[in-house]
């Protein structure tokens, strides 16, 4: 069974918690529209996001430790501990079920609908790292695939078998690893140290969401803050036309396998397909 791991911040943490909470919904009702039922969703939160969705597969665990502000984290230090607490929290919580793998979800970003049945048709499997996957920005009618490197650039980018990541009984929750912050290389260079090697998934296995205004970098906006020639913005603003001219209309097939629905477009949630809470 494949557990996901959903840390999700805190209400006090945001400008806009109905936009948190709509962001969200987005991805739970994505993860639970898997093709196969061996799955469950462990939401770690200080309070319960403000949705209608429900589902028999999601359950929430609530924390009260310190809440994090965007003022006073400039080199997110702070957040970076909340979200590493609440996935110790949402490791343990998980231990009940008895998990093969677990993955861990940003709150903002979207599944492919076959990661459940893939992981269920190979168990013993340590693991995978997502080369491929999408990157939306949101509200775009169009989509980039990454054919490689994903998992470079997105959190939402790795199943790990549970043996390997599990917590050993005597961890306390201030023995936090960032190494359930990483990917890319990092995660699998601190996975090697421990003997395991993960694999490639074979499909793309996430949609990276950006430009919303709630991730935790805001890509291009944060770079053209920090870049300091005209030559460096020139830079970023050549690698956002490289994007567009990259991507690829954004097609019913690929919202369907992953559910990315329009946030503005509330019909799409509640369309007949499998959308629906079961």
């Known amino acids: 069974m494949l557990i996901f791991i959903i840390p999700l911040k805190s209400a006090k943490a945001t400008d806009s918690w109905d936009l948190v909470s709509r962001l969200f919904e987005r991805t739970i009702r994505s ?11 462990i939401v770690v939160c200080h309070e319960k996001p403000d949705i ?42 998980a231990r009940q079920f008895n998990p093969t793998h677990v993955m861990f979800v940003d709150a903002d970003d979207c599944v492919n609908k076959h990661l459940a049945e893939f992981v269920s048709q190979n168990p013993e499997s340590n693991g995978w790292v997502f080369a491929q996957g999408y990157e939306y920005a949101n509200g775009n009618n169009s989509i980039l695939l990454r054919k490689k490197g994903f998992n470079y650039r997105c959190g939402t980018s790795s199943i790990v078998k549970y043996d390997i990541i599990a917590l050993d009984n005597t961890m306390e929750i201030d023995d936090i690893d960032y190494i359930w912050l990483y990917h890319g290389k990092k995660i699998e260079n601190q996975l090697l140290k421990k003997g395991s090697k993960l694999g490639v998934l074979p499909f793309p296995g996430a949609v990276y969401i950006t430009n919303h205004g709630e991730n935790m970098v805001n890509q291009i906006n944060l770079r053209l803050q920090r870049a300091k020639s005209i030559y460096q913005k020139l830079r970023v603003y050549l690698i956002s036309a490289g994007k567009l001219l990259l991507s690829q209309p954004l097609t019913d097939s690929i919202r369907e396998e992953f559910s990315l629905y329009d946030l503005q477009d509330s019909s799409r949630a509640r369309h007949k397909s499998n959308l629906v809470a079961r």
């Not at 993860?31 to 969703?41: D, L, R, S, Y």
């Not at 929430?60 to 979200?83: H, L, Q």
């Open 31 to 41: 993860i639970c529209n898997q093709t196969c039922p061996e799955f469950k969703v």
């Open 52 to 93: 209608n969705f429900t589902h028999a597969n999601v359950f929430y665990t609530s924390v009260d430790f310190p809440i994090p502000t965007w003022e006073a984290d400039t080199d997110n230090i702070s957040r970076e501990t909340d979200k590493t607490k609440k996935i110790f929290v949402g490791l343990s919580y």
